[in-house]
């Protein structure tokens, strides 16, 4: 089975998307669109900006959710996945190229998430780390005993999980998890403590726009960040993509599961080759391949 994976933040560059609009008539026409519906020229940073432009959470997110779903759109009768999976961010990509989404309503949510996660980190100054050579297990244990909020954010791959809370919480915890045998502990250049409980207000927020946003049910089946499994049912998709924003992107056993349901390759859609190579952690022989510019 074809499986179809989308990238996160942290995967944006200047200059993506640009083939795109030039030499695809319905890639011009949906970022065109996009720029509408944003009420702001998104192409303008994203093909011409600066890094630091790129790095703002509300052109970001926009920014790797168009450049994944208009590549997708653009393959036409080549793209037909089987089974879809996004890390974070990447979820919502997974949902418009599955058909439970439109394009508009797809694009409008993830700039409210943006904004909305934006804001709680204004709220109170967060930060995340990279744990690097430390089993998932050995992590959970000695976040959970830190008193500060310090959590498991991202599993990413065996051996490299990302870790989110206060700032105290996370200088604790590196210093606690290279005690522990971790090979690193990096903290990490964002903006504030993703998939924590210090993203309640930006859930809060996200609950509402999604519950007024339709949602159909797919074409296949979604593997949701929140449990790694296999949904098509558009209520839980719904109740899983709010609970995605204060709980772990359990990315490790998403690919574990897609693979042990009968994914033969996974074909990452968009910008980077993180999750190619994320991949290839869980399963050296498993084939995979990277759609990242226009395909005449």
């Given at each position: 089975?074809?499986?179809?994976?989308?990238?996160?933040?942290?995967?944006?560059?200047?200059?993506?998307?640009?083939?795109?609009?030039?030499?695809?008539?319905?890639?011009?026409?949906?970022?065109?669109?996009?720029?509408?519906?944003?009420?702001?020229?998104?192409?303008?940073?994203?093909?011409?900006?600066?890094?630091?432009?790129?790095?703002?959470?509300?052109?970001?997110?926009?920014?790797?959710?168009?450049?994944?779903?208009?590549?997708?759109?653009?393959?036409?009768?080549?793209?037909?996945?089987?089974?879809?999976?996004?890390?974070?961010?990447?979820?919502?990509?997974?949902?418009?190229?599955?058909?439970?989404?439109?394009?508009?309503?797809?694009?409008?949510?993830?700039?409210?998430?943006?904004?909305?996660?934006?804001?709680?980190?204004?709220?109170?100054?967060?930060?995340?780390?990279?744990?690097?050579?430390?089993?998932?297990?050995?992590?959970?244990?000695?976040?959970?005993?830190?008193?500060?909020?310090v959590v498991p954010a991202n599993f990413n791959c065996p051996g490299q999980l990302v870790i989110s809370g206060s700032m105290k919480g996370i200088e604790?915890?590196?210093?606690?998890?290279?005690?522990?045998?971790?090979?690193?502990?990096?903290?990490?250049?964002?903006?504030?403590?993703?998939?924590?409980?210090?993203?309640?207000?930006?859930?809060?927020?996200?609950?509402?726009?999604?519950?007024?946003?339709?949602?159909?049910?797919?074409?296949?089946?979604?593997?949701?960040?929140?449990?790694?499994?296999?949904?098509?049912?558009?209520?839980?998709?719904?109740?899983?993509?709010?609970?995605?924003?204060?709980?772990?992107?359990?990315?490790?056993?998403?690919?574990?599961?897609?693979?042990?349901?009968?994914?033969?390759?996974?074909?990452?859609?968009?910008?980077?080759?993180?999750?190619?190579?994320?991949?290839?952690?869980?399963?050296?022989?498993?084939?995979?391949?990277?759609?990242?510019?226009?395909?005449?």
């Amino acid at each position: 089975m074809k499986a179809y994976v989308f990238p996160g933040q942290g995967a944006q560059f200047v200059g993506m998307g640009k083939d795109l609009y030039e030499n695809s008539e319905l890639g011009k026409e949906l970022f065109d669109k996009a720029n509408e519906i944003l009420g702001f020229n998104i192409t303008e940073l994203m093909f011409n900006g600066t890094d630091e432009d790129l790095r703002q959470t509300k052109v970001t997110q926009p920014a790797i959710f168009l450049h994944s779903v208009i590549l997708a759109k653009t393959l036409g009768d080549d793209f037909k996945p089987e089974m879809v999976a996004g890390h974070s961010l990447g979820e919502f990509s997974a949902l418009v190229a599955n058909g439970a989404l439109s394009f508009e309503d797809g694009l409008k949510l993830v700039s409210q998430r943006a904004m909305a996660m934006q804001k709680a980190c204004e709220v109170e100054p967060s930060t995340m780390a990279a744990i690097i050579g430390l089993d998932d297990e050995t992590v959970e244990r000695v976040c959970a005993e830190i008193e500060e909020i310090v959590v498991p954010a991202n599993f990413n791959c065996p051996g490299q999980l990302v870790i989110s809370g206060s700032m105290k919480g996370i200088e604790i915890a590196c210093e606690k998890l290279k005690e522990a045998g971790a090979k690193r502990a990096l903290p990490l250049n964002v903006g504030g403590a993703f998939h924590s409980p210090l993203m309640e207000p930006a859930r809060v927020e996200l609950e509402e726009a999604i519950k007024n946003t339709t949602f159909s049910t797919p074409t296949c089946p979604v593997y949701q960040n929140v449990n790694a499994k296999p949904v098509s049912d558009p209520e839980e998709i719904k109740k899983n993509l709010v609970a995605q924003l204060t709980a772990p992107v359990r990315f490790t056993q998403t690919m574990v599961n897609m693979i042990a349901d009968g994914a033969s390759s996974f074909t990452e859609v968009g910008p980077g080759k993180v999750i190619q190579g994320l991949v290839k952690k869980v399963d050296r022989k498993m084939e995979t391949a990277g759609v990242d510019s226009y395909q005449a």
